[in-house]
């Protein structure tokens, strides 16, 4: 069955939404009250789940979704792959009598045992050990996946090893909820707040992507195996009109749009923003902010129903970071804040003094979280893609810095002796004394889009996050980093007998020393770059720089501190991004080659065949007309032909040589440093010819074709 495309002029969105998710009004319907109350104590933390528990939501859970037509059910997780993975299972169980029955039952719910001998390990196991277990995430709701095919239960699950190592995005992040969770309650409890019992980190992620015709997709080799174009002249045209963004959206585009929202809206998907983004054929979807874990589950939902609509459209959904030259490149903004299950955003300025204190405290734990591991925030953020973006004059720079705006850095000089509070407010006093501070606005700034990390009115926005990798590392990396200052500030706290001058001297303090992170200005000049060197901060330029600060001795002391990743779960994720990095480059090197020696040199050769037979028949006709700029042309080509022939011949070599090297951080410089050089030459060549070649005989589709002509 096809899935169902609801006409909103008929069926209003409120009779739909969430149709297809075993929701918490769901859940409410269909559960006993007893069970029901017991599993929200279960989702809260405050209670073990027993079987008796998961026996009567698989019951439940099992109807809801033969009631919609599912015969299958599935444990959905998130391998070091970046993608997601399943194993489906029928609620078939044969009879006696030779026919069947429809059950599910509660262990089926809580754990399944997919084969992880073929999912990427680094070194946790061997391949013969193949027991790997999902665990079901009871926080995070199951929902029903149609397709064609039919109607599937999807059951949102953790991933880990026979001995309990995780092989997965989401179980690191919650262990990364849980670190933060603990140590912000408490500070809070040490403040005097006794309502809270639970702090949930929250995330809004906006998701970038290009759309492409599918024919013209398929005709080129580099989109289809490596997401990014490896060959293009830039069109006559780019984004330099400025006439894209927030554009009238094309009527095909807007008919996809309609679709997605709808699939997005029926999974209980709160798709809020779509928009024409800065490149042509660019366009960004951002949804509402939920819990990390579940936000990171639509997030992977949103990118995957994306291609699949794309699809029934003859569209195709590209989410590589940079799959064009010359024009921006996509990513994914991560919409980071700490709320409690008792109401407070404890990044929200507030309205009164009590909530402001607390908010400066929160903030300025942020700050020093994010100048201390700045390091490992950026390798949260690296991948191949990200690579080709990240400093160039469209995305923030590979330098960690903090926006704040003018007027929270004003009174956090204030506090800390360096300024006068009409800097910082018009009125009222700025001491953490007894006047404590004035009431903020909720929006203290102008947004800044050259910043990483950029506070924007209550939250923070996490802005070098790459559009095609799961948001959970980045939010591992937050999450655990806060929750280590949030740690030593509850040490201070707990034994101050005066916190009103306790929290007054952790702000003027942190503040004071970790302000170098602090930067308003614009991050695209080479001014900052200049002047972020002076203040100490790294500039990690690639991702294979990067990714060795995951078992750096200040990363492997984090997380174990905190039970997010054992050391040895560091050293296999290292192993593993590595290992992808290698085999990316080395694909694209790959598909450069076959493109370059089967596609563009036989194609320019047929064209210089063309123009020395015009020039020889021109000859042959009147031996007094002038052809030398025929022969000029080709002379040009050839020159052109043969640099793309040495640099392919120069890249095989270059291929050749890194896979030889002695281990696997090696190979990655390798490839990084000598072989990617090799293909941006061989680029070179290909992108000089395309322009001296006549349209009708280059081999596969242009930039013209490929962003203007959706």
């Not at 991560?334 to 009590?354: A, F, H, K």
């Not at 040199?601 to 028949?617: E, G, R």
Request: proline share 5%; glycine share 6%; aromatic share 8%.
């Amino acid at each position: 069955m096809a899935p169902v495309n609801f006409n909103l002029a008929e069926t209003p969105l409120t009779e739909f939404y969430g149709i297809n998710a075993f929701s918490d009004s769901v859940m409410r319907e269909r559960l006993p009250k007893s069970i029901y109350k017991a599993l929200k104590k279960v989702q809260e933390g405050e209670a073990k789940l027993t079987l008796e528990v998961a026996e009567v939501v698989a019951n439940a859970m099992k109807d809801w979704a033969i009631e919609r037509g599912a015969s299958h059910y599935t444990h959905w997780f998130q391998p070091l792959t970046g993608l997601t993975a399943e194993k489906h299972d029928s609620f078939i169980s044969p009879t006696s009598d030779g026919k069947v029955m429809m059950e599910f039952s509660g262990k089926e719910l809580i754990q399944g045992e997919p084969d992880a001998s073929s999912f990427p390990s680094g070194g946790l196991r061997a391949t013969f050990e193949a027991r790997g277990y999902t665990a079901w995430d009871t926080t995070s709701p199951a929902f029903l996946r149609e397709d064609s095919t039919g109607v599937t239960l999807v059951i949102p699950t953790g991933f880990v090893s026979y001995h309990g190592e995780a092989l997965d995005k989401k179980v690191p992040l919650l262990r990364s909820m849980d670190a933060i969770n603990k140590q912000a309650v408490r500070v809070l409890k040490a403040l005097g707040n006794t309502s809270t019992t639970r702090v949930i980190t929250t995330v809004g992620p906006e998701q970038e992507y290009f759309l492409v015709d599918k024919e013209l997709y398929l005709q080129r080799p580099d989109l289809v195996l490596c997401g990014r174009t490896l060959f293009g002249a830039s069109a006559p045209k780019g984004q330099e009109m400025e006439d894209h963004y927030f554009g009238t959206i094309k009527e095909r585009v807007s008919n996809y749009m309609r679709e997605l929202n709808i699939e997005l809206w029926k999974l209980g998907i709160s798709a809020k923003t779509q928009h024409n983004e800065v490149a042509p054929s660019q366009f960004e979807l951002a949804t509402i902010y939920s819990t990390s874990n579940v936000a990171c589950d639509t997030n992977q939902l949103v990118m995957d129903t994306m291609k699949k609509v794309a699809e029934r459209h003859g569209l195709v959904c590209l989410l590589h970071e940079k799959p064009y030259a010359g024009i921006n490149g996509s990513g994914k903004h991560n919409n980071w804040s700490m709320g409690t299950d008792d109401g407070m955003n404890l990044l929200e300025p507030g309205d009164n003094p009590q909530e402001n204190a607390q908010f400066m405290l929160f903030l300025v734990a942020t700050i020093k979280a994010v100048d201390t591991y700045a390091k490992l925030l950026r390798m949260s953020a690296a991948n191949s893609g990200n690579d080709h973006r990240l400093g160039a004059n469209e995305a923030p720079p590979a330098v960690i810095s903090i926006f704040l705006g003018e007027q929270l850095e004003s009174i956090l000089e204030v506090i800390a002796g360096n300024g006068s509070s009409s800097a910082a407010s018009g009125k009222g006093k700025l001491e953490l004394g007894a006047s404590m501070l004035p009431t903020l606005p909720k929006d203290l700034t102008d947004r800044n889009r050259t910043s990483p990390f950029a506070f924007t009115g209550n939250k923070f926005e996490f802005r070098m996050v790459a559009s095609s990798e799961s948001i959970a590392g980045p939010n591992v990396v937050l999450n655990t980093a806060v929750a280590e200052i949030l740690s030593s500030f509850a040490d201070i706290l707990e034994k101050a007998p005066d916190k009103i001058a306790a929290i007054g001297k952790i702000v003027k303090e942190t503040w004071s020393a970790h302000k170098r992170i602090v930067f308003n200005g614009n991050g695209y000049s080479e001014e900052w770059l200049a002047e972020a060197e002076k203040r100490g901060l790294p500039n990690i330029k690639s991702t294979v720089e990067a990714i060795p600060e995951l078992i750096s001795p200040e990363s492997v002391e984090l997380f174990e501190k905190h039970h997010v990743l054992k050391k040895h779960e560091l050293h296999s994720r290292y192993e593993i991004y590595l290992e992808k990095y290698i085999k990316q480059i080395n694909i694209e090197a790959g598909t450069m080659l076959k493109m370059a020696e089967r596609m563009i040199f036989p194609a320019v050769s047929d064209y210089m065949k063309k123009l020395s037979d015009t020039v020889v028949s021109i000859k042959a006709a009147d031996p007094g007309i002038d052809v030398s700029t025929q022969i000029g042309q080709l002379k040009t080509i050839s020159e052109k032909l043969a640099g793309l022939k040495n640099s392919a011949q120069k890249l095989h070599t270059a291929v050749e040589k890194a896979h030889e090297a002695k281990d696997v951080f090696a190979a990655a410089k390798a490839f990084k440093f000598d072989v990617f050089p090799v293909m941006d030459e061989l680029r070179s060549y290909g992108d000089a010819l395309e322009v001296l070649v006549d349209d009708s005989s280059w081999p596969f589709p242009t930039y013209y074709e490929l962003l203007f002509l959706l």
